[in-house]
């Protein structure tokens, strides 16, 4: 962790850019609003923006880091990445008015290492073609599958935190994160530890065998719970969880101010993306009796990512501690905001193909957003709108900073 004095100074300049946007009041107000959401009074629908194709929007080369040492580059990017989404297209976005620095927590994974040939459209494209392989064809196959473990290194933990203490005084106070946020969501691993096909032909002939994979999976995610709770490094301090803003009376009441680094303090997140191609009875056996066993031991979960989940909320419901539930574009909206209630949080995903067009259709983005919010007002569903998995504006950052804007209107309204 070595920086020379124009490294150093370069930080503090951004750190102080950053510190002029986080204690604006419009912090506190925002996060305010959040919480009526997550408690399910919701004052009006909230919108956000994230999963980006960073590659296309550094236009003035601000979100290039001049930085090396992989730990002070990931730090200049958290400043960088949040200045720009702030002075872009901010939306409902909230900036807490510290830095955080990352414990030194680390998870095993399961074991295996994905086996792919990929494609890329452009050079610097970070959206890829996958063509995956299969590694989970017998028995013997499932002992590669190996426990989760996380370990701590307390002592870089703390050498991390007073490293940046000291490049930062006087301009940011610094925090350590939480530690680990967990990710449930376990069939997309083994999508790609298997491939897509294999999967859904497996689930036919051989539903057992699928079984079997999904009891050792969860398995191994229950022993990585379980050892992220003995040395207390859930993360308990993050105010996102898959996208969504989280600050809640019960868990994070205020900026930072999580309830300690156990299960039962914090968010984690679950999805099965590839099971929109199945049926809701599909669901209910291979999906709902692992993740309801992994979700447990949680204060509270986000549950769904891009798959359709209107035809099968009976089952998400189901899950313990759900809270709120995604209703991707392949959901239809009406469905879903009929069937979700007036507890849950209806977190709608706008289809980020509006911003990936030939050109942007302004009227088309606002139809398709009204379409959703009367949809919700109509049942008095809790409404959050979340622009996400953006593969591509056209290399025109532009598109983004007025989709948040027509969003913004719509909201207001």
Known sequence: MRLNNQEKQMLRELASRYMEIATLPIQARTRDLWKALNRSRMERPMVAIDQLPWNELNTDGFLTCRISDPFWKGVEWQLRSTIYKWEHFPADMVVEPFLTIPKAVSSSGYGLSVREQTRATEADNEVLSHRFFNQLETDGDLEKIADIHITHDAGESEARLAAAAAVFDGIAPVRLNGGFQFHLGVWDYISMLMGVENVYLEMMDRPEFIHRIMERFTRSVLNGIREANELGVHEDKTSVCHCSYIYTDELLPDFGAGKGGHSENCWAFGLAQLFSSVSPAFFAEFELPYIQRMAEP????????????????????????????????????????????????????????????????????????????????????????????????????????????????????
């Not at 977190?347 to 911003?355: D, E």
């Open 298 to 413: 949680f204060g509270m979960i986000y549950y769904g990512c891009c798959d359709r989940l209107d035809d099968r909320l009976e089952y998400v419901k189901q899950i313990p501690h759900v809270r709120k539930v995604s209703c991707s574009p392949w959901s239809n909206r009406e469905a879903f905001a009929e069937k979700i209630g007036q507890t849950l949080i209806m977190s709608n995903k706008p289809s980020p193909a509006f911003v990936a067009g030939d050109s942007l259709d302004e009227e088309e983005i606002r139809r398709d957003l009204r379409r959703t919010i009367a949809a919700a007002k109509a049942r008095n569903v809790n409404l959050e709108l979340i622009l996400k998995d953006i593969s591509t504006v056209r290399h025109q950052p532009e598109r983004l900073t007025r989709w948040a804007q027509i969003a913004m209107e719509e909201v207001s309204r």
